[in-house]
């Protein structure tokens, strides 16, 4: 059975499914039609599947003309239908995993997604989980799920897990560039994922287990949060003393060793960061420990959103207005420059906080016309055009994400006030005292 998948992976004759067509699951795909691949991708979202099919894309990376090339290729083909599991050879899963109001996994995506495919899996397949979650996932969620078709792990049919590295916006690295760390079940499995993944990038590292793979994605993710929260700390500290905190990160940044920068803001984005160290917090309860250095850093970050609001409550107060009845421009939506990405965006966390204490609040992001349905935020809003007599309007503009196209001294000139909390007047020379860091 492995040598004739295998034998179908190096031949360029195996077909691959891609499951979850969003930020991770459509560049991925991307990668496999470019290596020669054909690829059918699944979703549960008819939209997206009609979009994909017409050659439109609906993420701003990722341009319709390539989406027209895959699909005019015949090497690219989307579906919302399930029951299509079973003509593909290698099944690779890309779908959420977000926390539940008690922060704790929500691994529904991932066992619905693990049902529809034990419905139709067949005999020769390969099952690859790219879903970033908890040391264990694989083994423990998936395999019991996968094991209800019959077939038995290592003999029918096989299973890995190679966490996503996706990071919208860089242009210095690429799906195709960036290494992939990959798991398996057993060798057999660890063989056929290598195999397959070395038709869409150019490094493969494999690791000893599907654990080792899950865990190598959390302590990355768990490396940024502990990090980030360490500069968002200093940032309120140095604050209060009257220390610029950028002005201190870009001193310790020329020590050629021993430091890494990281950059404080108005808390955590991405689908990564916010969510991936809370999965390992709850699993270590399961063996009897608290990681109480994780689940501080997590505190701090959280807890950014409202320091912006009570520095932009300090500021108004000082000019005798109440942020009640304020009108508010946040700039930017996404949860970092230069993106289309909004996910466990900080900028939603801000909007929702202004608006239950009373604000009158619009925001501008180019690169994010109008809202879409969200699992936790339901703002129906569209991005006002930036002009000199829009921003006069507002009491306070919020500087959340720092997009290249804004123009800062152009902005601070015109608005009453700039709370900013990305550095990104840090260059502007007039208005200063318009201007509050946060």
């Given amino acids: 059975m492995i040598r004739d998948l295998l034998r179908k992976i190096e031949s360029g004759k195996a077909l691959v499914g891609g499951v979850g067509l969003g930020y991770v699951g459509l560049p991925l795909v991307r990668e496999f039609v470019r290596g020669g691949a054909r690829v059918l991708g699944f979703d549960v979202d008819a939209a997206k599947v009609a979009q994909l099919k017409a050659g439109r894309s609906y993420i701003e990376h990722i341009p319709s003309k390539l989406i027209r090339q895959m699909v005019r290729s015949r090497r690219f083909r989307a579906t919302d239908d399930f029951a299509r599991l079973s003509e ?23 066992v619905s997604t693990a049902e ?15 879903s970033t979650t908890y040391p264990g996932t694989t083994r423990e969620v998936m395999l019991p799920i996968l094991a209800k078709s019959g077939l038995k792990v290592g003999r029918d049919f096989f299973l890995a897990f190679s966490p996503e590295r996706e990071d919208p916006g860089r242009k210095d690295y690429t799906t195709r ?9 057993d060798r057999k499995s660890l063989a056929a994922a290598t195999a397959c993944y070395r038709i869409a990038v150019n ?12 865990a190598t994605k959390i302590l990355e993710n768990t490396y940024r949060c502990v990090n980030i929260a360490l500069v968002n700390e200093l ?44 999965y390992l917090s709850w699993k270590a309860r399961q063996y009897g420990l608290t990681t109480r250095f994780i689940e501080l850093a997590g505190e701090v970050n959280v807890a950014m959103p409202r320091y912006v ?15 009640n009845g304020a009108k508010v421009l946040v700039l930017g939506l996404a949860y970092k420059k230069d993106i289309d990405d909004v996910r466990e965006s900080p900028s939603l966390k801000l909007i929702e906080l202004l608006r239950a204490k009373g604000a009158k609040v619009d925001y501008n992001d180019p690169h994010v016309p109008r809202t879409h349905k969200m699992r936790e ?35 601070v000139t015109h608005a009453r006030l700039v709370i900013d909390t990305r550095n990104a007047t840090g260059g502007v020379k007039r208005g200063r005292r318009k201007i509050v860091k946060a």
Avoid at 88 to 109: F, N
Avoid at 309 to 323: E, S, T, V
Wanted: charged share 15%.
């Fill in 309 to 323: 609001i009570g520095k932009l409550i300090d500021a108004l107060n000082a000019r005798g207005q109440a942020l």
């Fill in 235 to 278: 940032k309120v500290l140095l604050d209060r003393m009257g220390i610029d905190v950028w002005e201190v990160i870009h001193a310790a940044s020329t020590k050629p060793f021993g430091f890494t920068p990281f950059y404080p803001g108005p808390g955590l984005g991405g689908h990564c960061i916010p969510i991936d160290p809370f």
């Fill in 203 to 214: 490094t493969v590292v494999p690791v000893s287990s599907c654990e080792a793979a899950e």
């Fill in 88 to 110: 593909v050879d290698v099944i690779l899963i890309c779908v959420p995993t977000p926390l539940t109001p008690q922060r704790e996994p929500d691994m529904s995506y991932i």
């Fill in 377 to 411: 935020h339901n703002l129906r809003m569209a991005s006002k055009p930036l002009s000199a007599a829009m921003l006069g309007r507002y009491d306070a503009v919020i500087i959340s994400t720092d997009h290249s196209c804004y123009d800062y001294p152009f902005i």
């Fill in 177 to 185: 560039t960036i290494p992939k760390v990959v798991g398996g079940y």
């Fill in 116 to 130: 529809s495919i034990a419905a139709h899996l067949r005999k020769g397949q390969l099952v690859v989980l790219e």
